[in-house]
């Protein structure tokens, strides 16, 4: 079983935000960001300018809730938006949540709410403001779902879209957590909730990396040329910083993974295509640059315009198409 068959087709999800920049064009000159970048920027005078993410957490709330394990869950929200602002290179300022509940515990709602406020301390943002919605008509009891969204600031001419990325920049990886909060369509229907140590490995919520990412936009500044948060759609996620293509060279793929390949049976190119294989965010900077300790060289631009992943004897290409 692979993601399609679980009931989640990427490329038609990719055929979606076609459409749906055909019907946004627009000309405003206070719009700084298009459809597809990882967070909508407005400009609001030379020096600065918003950037605005939304996002939820999907149906790893479901697993969660079949599991009756809450206190994680509110971090993969925040996560899920405040890595996205960091791909553009913005600071990250403020944050509001939406939860929405049939009849739940109480004491189940104070613990989502907590691991949201704990969160947005540990991304560096205020907790603003939030909306909380009780309907029993629509959610079954003790079912639940979160929204967030989070903004932040950056300078107009500071802004990373990746346009400066060029052949031979490197390509820097920092490690996720485990699957984070993407693909549990799939892997909810390879693992039973009784699978006390899977479960939590699972259930392991999606690393915040603000600090890191923060940290080397300031050191290095205008050598920090492009900046990927891998959700979605894997490892395609690269495609939405340039045209050229990368090749790519992995040491080894957390057990978690390899385990869901195998209870899958489906292959490393859907794997790739599916989940984050092990690394969360992805930073390409200039040739020569000095890195810091806590990010990993995997790889390298090249003249193509695919995807090469290699590790061990295997070979990986991911396309454009």
Not at 240 to 250: K, N, P, V
Request: net charge negative; aromatic share 8%; with cysteine.
């Amino acid at each position: 079983m692979d993601y399609k068959q679980a009931g989640v087709d990427i490329h038609k999800a990719e055929h979606w935000v076609d459409y749906i920049k055909d019907c946004l064009a627009t000309n405003n000159a206070n719009l700084l960001s298009k459809v597809g970048d990882y967070a909508g920027i407005y400009k609001i005078n030379d020096s600065t300018a918003i950037a605005a993410t939304t996002d939820g957490v999907g149906t790893k709330i479901k697993l969660a809730m079949d599991a009756g394990i809450h206190n994680g869950i509110g971090q993969d929200l925040v996560a899920m938006n405040v890595n996205d602002l960091l791909c553009v290179g913005a600071t990250p300022l403020f944050f509001l949540d939406y939860i929405a509940h049939g009849k739940i515990d109480e004491t189940i709602k104070k613990e989502i709410f907590v691991s949201i406020v704990k969160a947005c301390s540990e991304a560096r943002m205020l907790l603003l403001g939030g909306e909380t919605a009780q309907m029993s008509d629509f959610y079954d009891n003790g079912k639940y779902d979160l929204a967030g969204f989070a903004v932040g600031l950056v300078h107009p001419n500071k802004i990373i879209t990746g346009n400066k990325i060029k052949p031979g920049d490197v390509i820097l990886g920092l490690p996720s957590t485990g699957p984070h909060s993407n693909g549990y369509t799939l892997i909810r229907k390879l693992f039973d909730t009784k699978e006390k140590g899977s479960i939590q490995k699972l259930l392991t919520p999606t690393r915040i990396y603000v600090k890191e990412i923060i940290n080397i936009i300031n050191d290095l500044q205008d050598k920090v040329h492009g900046i990927a948060h891998i959700t979605g759609s894997g490892f395609r996620n690269l495609f939405r910083l340039t045209e050229y293509g990368m090749d790519i060279t992995l040491r080894e793929i957390p057990e978690i993974f390899q385990e869901i390949k195998r209870r899958a049976d489906i292959d490393y190119t859907t794997m790739f295509e599916t989940f984050n294989m092990g690394w969360g965010m992805v930073v390409i900077v200039e040739e020569g640059t000095v890195l810091d300790k806590e990010f990993s060289v995997i790889g390298r631009i090249n003249e193509s315009s695919n995807i090469h992943i290699n590790f061990g004897t295997e070979k990986v290409l991911l396309t454009r198409n």
